[in-house]
């Protein structure tokens, strides 16, 4: 069920910014195991890995700081910003803190356990993904990047965007001294076929979901607004 039949009212809304607080959480944990396989970490993990050990900070303070930047992007882009995408840039990095701080999942002395654990990491964050997704109220900021730059490089299918992005990002990241590994590649060929995946087996068409502006939003959260904007 799309989000245009649940957004209606400050609980709903409330309920929803739950839901997608829980499911980031949790997406922390399968990008926790991603990186403490120690095998190399994704793309964007090895730029805030690079980034963190450059400056000196918390995984997730560099995961925010990134994630806030790509938001003011969005922004400039003119892409749609809705209540999950602040939510996922505050909550996912210090989830990862948590885990790296309990430090309960001994890693695998060996390679193939390793693999394993990075593939139980994608798995439990194309899940969690689904969880975010459902609940309409906005995409990650990275994919709205994703999709603003597709947009104004209109010659560019978005594909080839994808790859450039992620290359500059693992580049980047490396240089600043992110881990990259074999990990890094199986992050970069797996997320996407897993996530579909979880997305297959719990019969979720992300296509269907429509993601509330932040400005329905908050209008129905201070009571301004009764029923979100008709569907085009």
Known sequence: MGSSCRNRTAGSIALDCLIAAVSLFFNG???????????????????????????????????????????????????????????????VGKSVDLFTWLNIVPVPDS??????????????????????????????????????????????????????????????GYLLGGPVGIGTLICAFCAGPIMQLAFTTVHFNATTIRHQPLGESIGILLGQQKHPAKLR
């Open 29 to 91: 944990l399968g990008i926790y195991l991603t990186i403490h396989a120690s095998i190399g970490a994704g793309p964007w993990d090895v730029f805030n890995l690079g980034l963190s050990k450059t400056l000196g900070i918390l995984y997730g303070n560099a995961s925010i700081t990134v994630c806030l930047i790509i938001l003011a992007i969005d922004i400039v882009l003119k892409e749609p910003i809705g209540l999950a995408m602040f939510i996922d840039s505050l909550v």
């Open 111 to 172: 390679l193939p356990g390793r693999i394993a654990m990075m593939l139980l990491g994608l798995v439990i964050m194309g899940y969690t993904q689904y969880l975010y997704m459902w609940a309409g109220l906005g995409c990650g900021p990275r994919d709205t990047l994703l999709v603003g730059l597709a947009k104004h490089l209109r010659r560019v299918p978005i594909g080839a965007v994808s790859i450039v992005l992620l290359t500059l990002v693992t580049a980047i």
